[in-house]
Structure formats: structure tokens, C-alpha cells
């Protein structure tokens, strides 16, 4: 089945507004053609207003981080679906492995955030992966399986289609290791069975995969021609427009 391919940047805690306007300023004016993909950023909350206006004007979706599990309340430096919405955003990564590890989030907490983000009408990307210590332990598969499920846990089959599957192997996310094509699209063709297991062989067919983990220009051909592989969530990579756009044209 053709899946529309998605190509994602997480800033993390990275550019100030000036720097992300001046990012999507050179990205203008390097592109100079449309693409028929899913073009989305992740800045900082505080930027995401700022580049809400530039960002439509480029062909660029913005995203949030992160998102919090209520809806409003007493809850101090936390952000709802309904502001994200409100600043720009129209996507939100959730599960995010510096979330689970530096946050100590929970896969039940991470099910919450899901399910608020969909109810706020956002869309999600849900990031699952395995240290190194369980792929040498053979618990990979596992480890990454009960991420989706439990992800994915009460969502409503009609917000389905709204979410979309990370694969960010830990041991690879900034260290500038990158699993093989093989290892990636094994795991890729490894969670669509688990989706078809657990949602069905049409959503399983539907919803797209992408990959994280050191992607750059020069591994990204291999791994996006992947047939599991519906594309890309990148991190260091993303923060210099050329190196995005060299990723870009790629898949």
C-alpha cells in the first residue's frame, strides 16, 4: 500500500525564535519545489507562534514536544492540546525516549497524552524504541511491541489514522550510530504486525512508520527505500535547513 512519506525535525532545546525564523527563512530559499510529503517541525513551545505565519508560507507543519495529560487545571509549566492548538500547532510528539528516561514518563502516562492530544484534535507521533541492553538481551521486539500497545491503548479506531509510529532505537538517537537498513526495516515490518494483531490488517496497512536515530544524508536513501519505512524523525540534522533539505530530496 502507497503511504504518504513524512519527513520530521525535533529541534529539542534548540533555536531561539530569531534563529528558527532565519531557519525558515534559508529553507525558502533553498527550496524551490513542492514535495508530495508530510513536511513538519518540532520547535521549542515558545517559537511555535512566532513561526506559525512563515511556516504555512514554506509548506512547513509545526508540531509540539510535548503535551500534558489534562485538559486545564493547577498544573504550573505545563502546556494543554488546547494552547498547542491555539500557537500553531497541529502535530505532537509523545513517548520521545529523553521523555521516558530524563522524565521517568510511564507507557500509561504516555496513553493519556495520546489520548488528550487526539481529543484536542491534534495529530501524534508516537516514539517507541529499545536501549542497547535489551536488543543484545533478544528483548527488542518485545520491549517496542509493548510500547505500541500499551501507546495505543483505549484510542478510538476512528483517531487512528491520526497517529503515526516512531521507531527510535535509544542506543542511536544522537550518538551518531544508526541501525542498518536491515535492523531498521525489520523492526518497522516487526511493529506493523503488531498493529495488525492488535487494530487490524487496514490499519495496520495505513498507518505509517517512520524512523529516528542519526538520520543524515548520507544513510537516509538506504533507509527510506525500505518498504516498512514511511519516512523519517530527525533530530541533530534538522537544525541546519541544508542538511534537513538534503534529507528531504532523499526519500
Known amino acids: 500500500m ?22 525558515i527563512r534559508r529553507y525558502q530559499s533553498v527550496q524551490k519545489k513542492g514535495y508530495l510529503m508530510d513536511v513538519i517541525l518540532f520547535p521549542s513551545f515558545t517559537a511555535l507562534y512566532p513561526l506559525s505565519k512563515e511556516a504555512f508560507k514554506a509548506g512547513i507543519t509545526l508540531g509540539a514536544q510535548n503535551i500534558f495529560e489534562e485538559e ?89 489514522p491520526h497517529v503515526v509510529i516512531a521507531y527510535e532505537p535509544v542506543w ?22 503488531c498493529l495488525k494483531d492488535e487494530k487490524g490488517e487496514t490499519v495496520a496497512d495505513k498507518m505509517r512508520i517512520i524512523y529516528g536515530g542519526s538520520v543524515n544524508s548520507e544513510n537516509a536513501t538506504q533507509l527510506f527505500a525500505c518498504p516498512d519505512i514511511d519516512g523519517g524523525l530527525v533530530g541533530g540534522a534538522s537544525l541546519k535547513p541544508d542538511s534537513f533539505l538534503s534529507i528531504l530530496r532523499s526519500i
Not at 529541534?11 to 534563529?19: A, D, H, Q, S
Open 172 to 193: 542511536a538517537i544522537g550518538t551518531g550510530q544508526t541501525a542498518t537498513p536491515e535492523d531498521a526495516q525489520e523492526m518497522h515490518a516487526w511493529i506493523r504486525s
Open 2 to 23: 502507497s503511504r504518504k512519506k513524512i519527513l520530521a525535525g525535533n529541534w529539542k532545546m534548540n533555536l531561539t525564535i530569531e534563529e528558527a525564523r532565519n531557519w
Open 72 to 160: 486545564n487545571g493547577a498544573y504550573t509549566g505545563e502546556v494543554s492540546g488546547k494552547m498547542l492548538v491555539d500557537a500553531g500547532a497541529k502535530w505532537v510528539l509523545v513517548g520521545h525516549s529523553e521523555r521516558r528516561t530524563i522524565f521517568g514518563e510511564t507507557d500509561d502516562r504516555i496513553n493519556l497524552k495520546v489520548r488528550q492530544a487526539l481529543f484536542s484534535e491534534l495529530r501524534v507521533i508516537l516514539c517507541v524504541g529499545e536501549t542497547m541492553e535489551q536488543r543484545k538481551a533478544a528483548e527488542h521486539q518485545e520491549v517496542v511491541s509493548q510500547q505500541v500497545i500499551n501507546g495505543l491503548k483505549e484510542v478510538h479506531q476512528s483517531d487512528l
